[in-house]
């Protein structure tokens, strides 16, 4: 007897879960790529490997707006599937398509050329402590991101329906990290975080600063290295399923849930970095090691948004590993490696590690003013976007914006519009994104604190596993079943919001710091 | 006025050269997953990098075998190019993409299972220290190999015309390695190399064993892997194009002429071993890193053969590595990291380094023995592809052979039969390729020699860059424009022989060492 004819709907099914696990694979391919070239690869190599980038990019691309794919998404979506995994994989894979096939390919390959340029004449304007050299290319970025983000537009008025509010050219950009968020939902809420933080920096940055003068001698280096790895253990970062290199920026790459790459940096003269680094990677690394890898093949083993990632990073190294039970546990282990904290108090090393001051740069920010430079920045690029600012200008719409925010002006470029790679390849829409990491995290935190009501007592005694297990549950495990603030929803009963954030910080900086 | 249309011949040569590139970018990729595989990656990362490995090498394939590749090189065929590098081009990549379309995707798929499976099942045989559980997966892998042959034969009976020699199913395995070779050519060739070889051996293990008391002691590691380093710079090997990381067993991975990573291994009870295999590795590295780079678009910046890149290192690793000049100059740059070679003079260094023992491992093997090894395996695999030997009788044919060969019987599987991985994944036709490269090696360096006449002064005063240079020249250069032999008899003036490896070993064994 023959074998039974599989349906049209089975081939369709066939085609999107073949194609979704080969861009799976591909993208894994893409980050190992990313991660060596940080790490490991020779000087030599940067020439073929811009070209090995853009030969994966194009299979990716290729994947994506192949005919027979678009075909099997139409023939799948006819009968909505019943399993709920399915119907996600479907929604998933039809936004990426989406957006592929909206853009043209010569768009794409003008932007990839733009940002090579870009990114070298940022390193030349930061050499030269001045903005000047990267006025033109910027210019050009905008002009082409302005263009994507024309093409992208009609694909979001189109997802939202009829009668829904128009989205506009940034929510085009912004929604490539954040999907779903919109300029609409941001605006009044920054405008609401500025409104309360600004005071409450002036308040903290009015005390006396902290005693940090345990801290001037130099730090071992290979101390620090294996302290930072102790730290990614106490957390519950898997090192059989993961690895700690170092890079001369900290960062995160997940290639799969059983290879997650973190790195860091060891400065002998900043003890704290590589500390908090380890706990800012590792919290990536947790969301990463804790992906549902059986849905590889549905295309929904990766994290829902930029913007989540980012609060699992933030909860990890501010709201866990600058809290005082975190270093009642902690400060021990970190005394037996380092003989400069000896004799010193957890409460004296917890003020230390929350340390608060006006500074220029945003990497460097405590948690008081960090997203004040963030609505810095998403102010300038959305004007830039909406077209009412030229790039020429903004040095002197960053002073004046930073005079505002910050309370101070920067000295020079470099340590202003220059300091942040972002804009030198034109990733506009980004930075909003960890804002919107640092409110969920708060958010979160406060909603496992309701479901595992002796946390402190548990971090102070050095057991994170609870805490781990909970956002693994919540958040992890979710994948790209949900968007990112259907997850923090479901998680927590409340949606974006700076109210958490504002408890946390308040209750932080002016109870029990003050 | 509007831009002149471009003819069909130049659009033909664009799709050509843009695959070409793609092709060498894919495979750059390919390198370098396999590469961190092997020094990196994290246990759990394993199940995810076969997925990536496997999407890799279908986008590989369908590159090759897409309709519109084909038609771009008929086209391109019509008018044969008068520039040679195009001509080599279209050669090239019509070889690699007439085997690609040759063989069914189901077989290919058949093949990727077969030798996950057997690589698993070798395994187990190996802990087993029995070839019983590795026999079905072997017989399994020599049935797929048959059928792959069978595929692939006529197209080399096609490339050959008619009236050429027909060709038998081992060829269309050798010929995916070793271009143009044939088993015509190798056999009675290596039965005239065993038949001087084999007394060579009897004669020289006839004397007394070489004093090796002063490796005795246990090396330190880390000064190891210092000068092996060194001796990576010593024979020109560029550390701003490449790196050594560590790994079970030492490679080369060539991801691009900009871009070499060799591996080593640390062993303070074998002070000789990373320093051989840095030569080893080394000597394939240079060939890596002097290819033509700027062909890599035309589909021609890569080694020519298996047997080509073999000669490379081990005329590096032992024609030049284990000459008594050599040592002249590198030994009291060793002494300066190892306190044990303290007195010990050239000579004896020299001595050590050249010891001949009757052994079972071929990757221990030394110079004299070494072949023997080879044909040993050749004669059984060219016997299992011909159907005249079956998989199960191998530990016995192998039994039976080696007594013949090299005078000795393995006490057990896993010292013969098991000891290496090839047929672990049924790479049947890899093996002869050794001998090649050897053969090559002697040839190679008897006509530098003509070429650079003082070149034993040079060396035994350290100066390596002529000789480099020369095969930089001669070898590495050309890429895959020419086929191996017709690169070694441009550069010599002979073929495949084994007259100067019969020199040398015997002006070295029966002369300089007797």
Known sequence: MPAPLSSPADAAWATITGAAADLHALRAVLGLLQWDQETHMPPAGAAARGEQLAALEAAVHERLTAPALADALAAAEETPPADPDRAAALRVLRRDQARAAAVPAALVRAIALAQ???????????????????????????????????????????????????????????????????????????ARLTGWLAPLLDTVTARPPADRSFLSRPFDAEAQWRFSLELLGAIGFDLGAGR??????????????????????????????????????????????????????????????????????????????????????MLPRAQAHFPQLAGVAPERFFRAANAVERSHVRVEADEVSYNLHIALRFELELALVRGELDARELPAAWSERSERLLGLRPPDDLLGVLQDIHWSTGELGYFPTYTVGNLYSATLLAAARRALPDLDEAVGRGELAPLREWLSAHVHGVGRRKVAEEIVRDATGAGLTDRDFREYLEGKYLRELA
Do not use: K
């Open 116 to 190: 090579s340029r870009g990114l070298q004449a940022w390193r030349a304007a930061r050499a030269a402590r001045a903005f000047g050299p990267f006025a033109g290319a910027l210019a050009e970025l905008v002009a082409l991101r302005r263009e994507q983000a024309a093409a992208l537009r009609p694909v979001l008025v189109r997802e939202a329906g009829p009668g829904a509010p128009a989205p506009e050219a940034y929510d085009a950009l912004l929604d490539q990290y954040e999907p779903g968020m919109r300029v609409a939902t941001l605006e009044p809420l920054l």
């Open 244 to 329: 700690q290199d170092r890079s001369i920026h900290p960062f995160c790459c997940g290639i799969d849930p059983g290879d997650v790459r973190l790195t860091n940096r060891l400065d002998p003269g900043l003890p704290l970095s590589p500390m908090f680094s380890a706990l800012h990677e590792g919290g990536h690394g947790l969301y990463e090691q804790h992906l549902p890898a059986a849905l590889r093949g549905l295309g929904l083993c990766a994290a829902a948004s930029a913007g989540l990632h980012e609060s699992q990073s933030r909860l990890w190294e501010n709201l866990v590993g600058r809290s005082l039970p975190f270093w009642r546990a």
